[in-house]
């Protein structure tokens, strides 16, 4: 088992680590007595999965204790990664893979009578975050194990993630996700590594015993930080991470004082706000304004993780003036951005550093990425309610502008223009703090995450900073884990690989390159359509067993998966079906290309826009679906509850991905990877990473359509008026009436109106300037599907030249352009069970 090699512990059939069947048997057997407390007889499914995860936790433990005490080590450099968000999929699967054990695995399930696919099927996936932000975080994790980097993941154990979403007669419900209801075998708590964390109250001066004029924050409550760590173990090496999500708890179950005097009700109700903090994920999308408990959710974890940091610091015998040797933290969006004035209150109030070596140290350590130039997206928070959740960091903060202020002023000549848009805080309404600004400045390096988007970052949202400081702003491209998005979603794909050029791949994902030549391989080809076609039937019962709509695996799957925006235009593929319907209506011997256009993607709740889109797709598809003259030819399904576990059952099914956002608008997009890497062709926009999807397959195997960023701008500079689209061209024309009419919605002309009227009248996302360029490039991409060896072709050449696209790409990027990192490989620590319970 090469995967053990280094450990000692596991060359002995030790019941905890041994690997054999037997063993993997037995363990499976005692944990389910041992730990569930369940006979056989009486378990559960769950049951047996649990048993089952903690046989597999057992496993990582030398190593995950071993990079642990790796990362201690003072000489050893560690990247924290901040993080409001971790979107991470099951863990069984992926450590299976990750850990090389999933043959012996299986096999011990099987000899236990039981079902393997039943029991992976049983992981609750944590949902703890909203989409591609979170889930870029959790393959970078899973990136960063493989590549030996020594790191922790810093972020919220949210009790209920991303709400379960149900579909009733066509609209979005809203559940609450409950992941934590029968038990995560996958975390440890440490209380004993607790921190406390200080909200409100006010701040003061003092005099400390050198005399030098000092604050101090004197916090109105105190909320504890409880960790939470969850390994995540590197493909095929030693490295097991942590990902370390903190919980909110009170600090003392009651508050005493209330007590005694009777106030029972009021006593427990503070234990409770404390809690809230860390109780549900917000969705994106929401209007900010005054929400409090987002700001203290933001506030909470990066004082948290903070002080882990300080603290892990301090123990390895090093001084705080080199802490940022030891770490560099990335700083996930503007989410953790106060990070910034809580680094240097711990430093400068706390530890008694200078200001000015305070902001030298902080401003080595962080380092911010930025995820949208949507400028409503772009955080920012009332001077009134930042102040009085975080006085002294306010304090802070208006010191740290001041100072750049006036140096600003030396540079720009006071030029008022430059000053307001360089400034910390926006003077609007009453001010706010801008996070964006607050990053930048307090960071160095920021980077975007797309070539297009870090071009548009530096052009937009942060121009003067890029001006201030040339260099600081780079690219570093997202990328996607190859072990979660092609081993694991796409098994057979996989051996595939592996069958032709050896399993070198799965760490290096540009290896995949050498399978070219087989595009021209008959053989091969056929090959490759049968998967295809084999996980499209799988598809295909899914989806009758999920919504009861049959599809056919012989028709082109057209898929667009994510979160619902009006930016991702998931109404223009609307617009594209209702076209076709009416072609096949007015000309029932059509020839074309059967279709299935599938649709997954949960709405902000508070976003009536985009859920009145779902109700679009999924009236549209109530009427196609059912009309008996259409038959195989289109079928529209909604698939409810999109998440991880779900993508990857649908991106290895795609034949076509719709990538299709307003040119500008999507900073990278992370989807167009997974699907691509699966064979799947992309109609797309030039906009994100499809950009750097176009050139690598080249302009021959990408359907591209659409404005271009320039052409956006310039459109709307002109004066766009996207009713003169409607009126010239009598196919949109004709579809938008039929919308209209109320066709799709039992006659009732009122459903759809706010959508097609802010089409005709406003439509900021230029659906209507784009319509026609899409439609003719579906009908290319019809008349190509027709072909399927041609399409074969195409499909291979694809997939292959996504070597690119692995996060283990984009880690080394990070690593060498912007964190100055290196591999520290895990040596194995001997666990000696002699010696257990020993105090040494
Ligand atoms: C902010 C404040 C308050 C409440 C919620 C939020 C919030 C939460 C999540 C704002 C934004 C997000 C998520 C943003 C996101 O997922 N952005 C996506 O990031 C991907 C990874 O870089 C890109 O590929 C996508 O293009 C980008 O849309």
Redesign the pocket.
């Known amino acids: 088992m090469t995967a053990f090699v280094n450990c000692p512990t596991v060359d002995i059939e030790d019941d905890r680590t041994g690997l054999s069947v037997e063993t993997l048997r037995r363990a499976l057997a005692d944990n389910l007595f041992y730990i569930q407390g369940k006979w056989p007889e009486v378990a559960s499914t769950n049951d047996f999965y649990l048993a089952l995860a903690y046989t597999v936790r057992d496993r990582m433990m030398p190593r995950w204790l071993s990079s642990t005490r790796t990362l201690m080590k003072p000489e050893v450099r560690v990247v924290t990664y901040l993080s409001?968000?971790f979107l991470l999929g099951p863990h069984l699967g992926r450590n299976l893979i990750n850990l090389g054990i999933e043959e012996p695995v299986k096999q011990a399930v099987a000899e236990s009578g039981l079902d393997f696919t039943e029991l992976i099927a049983q992981e609750e996936e944590p949902g703890l975050g909203?989409?591609?932000?979170?889930r870029?975080a959790a393959c970078y994790m899973e990136s960063l194990a493989s590549e030996q980097i020594p790191a922790i993941g810093y972020g919220i154990r949210y009790e209920f993630g991303i709400f379960d979403q149900e579909i009733r007669d066509g609209w979005q419900c809203e559940i609450t996700d409950k992941w934590l209801q029968y038990g995560n075998p996958w975390e440890i708590p440490h209380p004993e590594a607790s921190v406390t964390v200080g909200f409100g109250g006010h701040t003061e001066g003092y005099t400390d015993s050198d005399g030098r004029f000092r604050k101090r924050w004197i916090p109105g409550k105190q909320v504890k930080g409880i960790p939470y760590d969850t390994p995540i173990p590197g493909y095929r090496v030693n490295t097991v991470n942590t990902l370390r999500l903190w919980k909110a708890e009170a600090v003392e179950s009651f508050d005493f004082q209330s007590f005694n005097v009777g106030n029972y009700y009021g006593a427990v109700d503070s234990k409770v706000t404390s809690e809230n903090i860390s109780k549900v994920l917000?969705?994106?999308d929401?209007q900010?304004e005054g929400?409090q408990l987002?700001l203290e959710q933001q506030y909470f974890f990066t004082a948290c993780a903070l002080q882990d940091m300080i603290r892990i610091h301090l123990a390895s015998g090093r001084k705080l003036d080199s802490f940022c040797e030891k770490f560099t933290a990335q700083m996930n969006?503007t989410?953790p951005a106060v990070a910034v004035a809580e680094l240097m209150r711990l430093l400068v109030d706390e530890h008694g550093m200078g200001w000015d070596e305070a902001w030298a140290v902080t401003q080595k350590t962080l380092a911010y990425t930025n995820?949208?130039l949507l400028p409503e997206?772009l955080?920012k928070w009332s001077l009134s309610l930042f102040g009085s959740l975080l006085p002294r960091h306010l304090e802070i903060i208006f010191e740290i502008n001041q100072r750049f202020m006036d140096d600003m002023r030396v540079r720009y000549m006071n030029d008022p223009g430059k000053l307001a848009a360089l400034s910390l805080i926006d003077d609007n309404d009453g001010g706010y703090v801008r996070m964006a600004n607050l990053a930048s400045l307090g960071s160095y390096a920021i980077n975007g995450?797309a070539a297009l988007h870090s071009e548009l970052v530096k052009k937009t949202i942060l121009k003067d900073f890029h001006e201030l400081f040339p260099g600081k702003i780079r690219n570093v491209t997202?990328g996607v884990t190859p072990r979660r998005w092609i081993a694991l979603a796409n098994p057979r794909l996989a051996a595939l690989y592996t069958e032709k050029i050896g399993d070198g791949w799965l760490h290096n994902l540009e290896e995949i390159g050498q399978l070219e030549g087989y595009a021209d391989d008959p053989g091969f080809r056929a090959h490759w359509r049968q998967i295809k076609r084999d996980i499209k039937q799988e598809l295909a019962t899914y989806i009758y067993q999920r919504t009861g709509i049959a599809v056919s695996p012989d028709s082109m799957f057209d898929i667009l998966v994510k979160r619902i925006h009006e930016y991702k235009r998931q109404h223009l593929d609307v617009l594209h079906i209702i076209t076709l319907y009416e072609r096949l209506k007015a000309n029932p011997n059509l020839d074309m290309a059967p279709r299935t256009f599938i649709f997954g993607g949960k709405a902000a709740p508070g976003y009536a826009m985009a859920k009145l889109m779902i109700k679009f797709i999924t009236a549209v598809g109530d009427v196609i679906n059912h009309d008996p003259t259409i038959g195989d030819r289109l079928k529209v399904v909604f698939l409810p509850d999109y998440n991880v576990k779900f993508g990857q059952r649908v991106y290895p099914a795609a034949d076509l991905s719709e990538q299709i956002s307003t040119a500008g608008k999507?900073?990278?997009?992370?989807g167009n990877m997974k699907f691509s890497m699966n064979g799947a062709l992309t109609i797309g926009t030039l906009d994100?990473a499809n950009v750097e999807i176009r050139e690598l397959v080249g302009d021959d195997n990408f359907f591209l359509f659409g404005l271009t960023t320039d052409g956006v701008d310039a459109l709307k500079a002109s004066g766009y008026n996207p009713w003169d689209y409607y009126t010239s061209n009598p196919q949109l024309k004709e579809v938008i009436d039929l919308v209209q009419s109320g066709f799709f919605a039992k006659g009732d002309s009122n459903l759809f109106r706010p959508l097609t009227d802010k089409l005709l009248y406003d439509d900021p996302f230029m659906l209507m300037a784009d319509y026609q360029s899409y439609i003719d490039c579906q009908d290319r991409i019809g008349a190509a599907y027709q072909d399927q060896e041609h399409w074969s072709r195409l499909s291979i050449i694809n997939a292959v030249r996504m070597g690119k696209f692995s996060s283990d790409r984009a880690i080394r990027d990070y690593c060498r352009d912007i964190w100055q990192v290196s591999p520290a490989p895990v040596e194995m620590m001997a666990y000696d069970q002699s010696q257990a319970g020993l105090r040494v």
Not at 130 to 134: A, E, K, P
Request: aromatic fraction near 4%; hydrophobic fraction near 25%.
């Open positions: 409001a968000e909203n989409g591609g932000l979170g870029l917000y969705p994106n929401e900010l929400k987002r969006d989410h995820h949208t997206a955080e995450v997202n999507e900073a990278s997009g992370t994100g």
